[in-house]
């Protein structure tokens, strides 16, 4: 079973999206985010518009990356800022805009985005290509 790691600054938007989308969307995958910086709460519209498309993130919280465990892919989320060491098998970066202090149209727009990156990297984990 592969685990992965989604992570940006605060992981209260960008990374906790992921991190349910791939929740959802896979099976024997798994699943953590993290962020480099404390962060108090996830941005509420993230998790509004996650639960807009019936994704239940109740259970979100931002967290740091000292609290993940070994992981085998890490994702980073495009934050500009240079994420801890943290060894893994493979790294990656998506090159996300950070819709936070946008209208509820970006994070929408955000959203879909990373439902189409998550997608792409089940099929890649699921072939064996990461």
């Not at 790691?5 to 990374?15: D, E, K, L, T």
């Not at 995958?29 to 998790?47: F, M, N, Q």
Request: charged share 30%; glycine share 6%; aromatic share 6%.
């Amino acid at each position: 079973m592969k685990s992965v790691a989604f992570v940006c600054v605060h992981n209260s938007c960008r990374s906790i999206m992921a991190e349910a989308w791939m929740r959802k969307l896979s099976s024997g995958v798994e699943v953590y985010s993290a962020g480099t910086e404390e962060y108090d709460r996830p941005k509420p519209l993230a998790i509004e518009v996650m639960e807009d498309v019936g994704i239940d993130m109740s259970y979100a919280k931002s967290k740091l990356v000292e609290e993940l465990p070994q992981i085998d892919i890490l994702v980073t989320m495009g934050c500009g800022v240079e994420c801890p060491y943290l060894p893994c098998e493979h790294r990656e970066d998506w090159g996300l805009d950070d819709p936070s202090g946008g209208p509820k149209a970006e994070f929408e727009k955000t959203r879909e985005l990373i439902k189409e990156k998550v997608i792409d990297l089940i099929e890649r984990i699921e072939k064996g290509e990461v």
